[in-house]
């Protein structure tokens, strides 16, 4: 993939209840994705599987002029602790109902059916981007490599999101 003309500034969230930012592989394919790609981490924070921890935190970069993007991994699951869609989607602004669709259906050729589980969704909040992926490393790298990569890059045709988030 080629570098960026436009750079992002572009934060990291990892929800779980079980890692930490030294062993967040998914946090780390996101990071190490978005800066070889030429945008900049804006930040980075790991929560726990918790609605109000995870608004704050994202509610925080949302109200930050500074960050453009906001990627999510974690929480998207269906266990009694997987929160991320009932705690980011009351956040936007705007949903992008395609993103999911399209995710699952670029998932399918991975993982087949086991797909149907994955409640990955995305929207816009004050002019921010923000992507909720599953918490797999997997997930993360057919989100970025398929979909968001290309989206978050001004010279994308026929059109890309990065004009919704920068004046």
Same mark, same amino acid.
């Given at each position: 993939?080629?570098?960026?003309?436009?750079?992002?500034?572009?934060?990291?969230?990892?929800?779980?209840?079980?890692?930490?930012?030294?062993?967040?592989?998914s946090g780390d394919y996101l990071t190490n994705a978005l800066n070889t790609a030429g945008h900049n981490?804006?930040?980075?924070?790991?929560?726990?599987?918790?609605?109000?921890?995870?608004? *704050?935190?994202?509610?925080?970069?949302?109200?930050? @002029?500074?960050?453009? $993007?906001?990627?999510? %991994? !974690?929480?998207?699951?269906?266990?009694?602790?997987?929160?991320?869609?009932?705690?980011?989607?009351?956040?936007?602004?705007?949903?992008?109902?395609?993103?999911?669709?399209?995710?699952?259906?670029?998932?399918?050729?991975?993982?087949?059916?086991?797909?149907?589980?994955?409640?990955?969704?995305?929207?816009? *909040?004050?002019?921010?981007?923000?992507?909720?992926? @599953?918490?797999?490393? $997997?997930?993360?790298? %057919? !989100?970025?490599?398929?979909?968001?990569?290309?989206?978050?890059?001004?010279?994308?045709?026929?059109?890309?999101?990065?004009?919704?988030?920068?004046?």
């Amino acid at each position: 993939m080629s570098v960026v003309s436009q750079p992002l500034n572009l934060a990291v969230l990892t929800i779980s209840d079980t890692r930490t930012l030294e062993n967040d592989k998914s946090g780390d394919y996101l990071t190490n994705a978005l800066n070889t790609a030429g945008h900049n981490l804006g930040d980075r924070a790991l929560v726990k599987d918790d609605i109000y921890q995870q608004r *704050a935190i994202v509610s925080a970069w949302i109200a930050n @002029p500074d960050i453009n $993007g906001i990627l999510i %991994t !974690g929480g998207t699951g269906f266990t009694h602790r997987d929160s991320t869609p009932e705690a980011i989607s009351v956040l936007f602004d705007k949903q992008v109902d395609g993103f999911g669709e399209l995710f699952r259906q670029v998932s399918y050729q991975e993982i087949g059916t086991s797909t149907i589980q994955s409640r990955a969704i995305a929207g816009f *909040a004050n002019n921010t981007v923000i992507f909720c992926l @599953p918490g797999s490393t $997997g997930a993360c790298k %057919t !989100g970025w490599e398929k979909i968001i990569a290309s989206q978050l890059d001004v010279d994308f045709k026929p059109c890309n999101f990065v004009k919704h988030l920068v004046s």
